[in-house]
């Protein structure tokens, strides 16, 4: 019976370390978050500077050291830093003929969760891919975004 409620015990004060928020950093407290209008103008400007390749644009909208993942082996994949490896990011998408249409979007009190939906045909290979990605922010401006798809080996193949 002891050993139980030591068990309990554990799994309640895990539990709590989950599901409680923890104190905020005093420069988190001091930095407003973006309004959800401000970072879906972010994510637009983001895709019309990915789109026209445009990396003064993209400079606007991320900070200098934003980190971008991308799951895989392809040339799509890995990590993509700071302004000059996003844009060589989208020459890939552009050189592939990668479109993309956003699907959703979901705002968090810190992030921001966007469903794309990608399609692209060349050689012979179709991708049809749905990819989600949380977009972080600070400064006003995006500094990371973690893709998820939902066929990494789909997007091995196409990009290949």
């Known amino acids: 019976m002891r050993r139980s409620r030591v ?3 554990g799994i309640l004060s895990l539990a709590a370390v ?3 928020p923890a104190t905020a950093s005093a420069e988190t ?3 407003p978050g973006l309004s959800t209008t401000q970072k879906a103008a972010l994510l637009t400007d983001f895709g019309t500077a990915l789109r026209n390749i445009d990396p003064g644009a993209m400079a606007a ?3 200098p050291n934003v980190v971008w993942n991308f799951p895989g082996t392809s040339v799509e994949s890995g ?3 700071g302004v ?3 844009i060589a990011r989208a020459k890939v998408q552009h050189d592939f003929g990668l479109t993309i249409t956003v699907e959703h979007v979901t705002f968090a009190a810190h992030d921001m ?3 794309f939906h990608t399609h692209a045909q060349r050689n012979g290979k179709t991708l049809d891919e749905y990819v989600i990605d949380d977009f972080q922010f600070r400064d006003g401006r995006i500094s990371h975004i973690d893709s998820g798809v939902s066929e990494v080996n ?3 193949s196409f990009f290949s």
Do not use: D, H, M, Y
């Open 154 to 156: 789909g997007v091995n």
């Open 79 to 81: 990590r993509a830093r």
């Open 61 to 63: 909208v991320v900070t």
């Open 113 to 115: 969760l966007a469903e």
């Open 7 to 9: 068990v309990l015990a």
């Open 29 to 31: 407290a001091r930095q």
């Open 84 to 86: 000059k490896q996003i």
């Open 18 to 20: 989950l599901l409680i």
